[in-house]
């Protein structure tokens, strides 16, 4: 089984800067994405970024230029850093880590508990 243990997450000033990890363990398929959703209330969870194992990277476009997603693949773990926060930025944010299915292998989909990230002053 695979596990996503998220840290990171808290409260902090517009315009502050937030750094989220996720460490991921068990057993994970080497060539796959790690990345970062976010569900605010009453809206859907949406796709803040994502890096593949190759260090192709996706962002929305609502964050480009103020978050930075890296990873370390040796440790299995995706990194956040968020600055320039904004209250609109205010959700829970899941870790998502996934591959694609081979005709050996099952595709794999899995999530962290989440973490909350409150920007109020």
């Known amino acids: 089984q695979v596990q996503l243990v998220e840290s990171g997450g808290g409260l902090v000033q517009p315009g502050g800067s937030l750094k989220l990890a996720c460490a991921a363990s068990?057993?994970?398929?080497?060539?796959?994405?790690m990345g970062w959703y976010r569900q605010a209330p009453g809206k859907q969870r949406e796709l803040v970024a994502d890096m593949t194992t190759g260090d192709s990277t996706n962002y929305a476009d609502s964050v480009k230029g103020r978050f930075t997603i890296s990873r370390d693949n040796a440790k299995i773990t995706v990194y956040l850093q968020m600055n320039s926060l904004k209250p609109e930025d205010t959700a829970v944010y899941y870790c998502?880590?996934?591959?694609?299915?081979?005709?050996?292998?099952?595709?794999?989909?899995?999530w962290g508990q989440g973490t909350q990230v409150t920007v109020s002053s």
């Open positions: 998502n880590l996934k591959w694609g299915g081979r005709s050996w292998l099952e595709p794999g989909d899995y």
């Open positions: 068990g057993n994970i398929f080497s060539f796959n994405t």
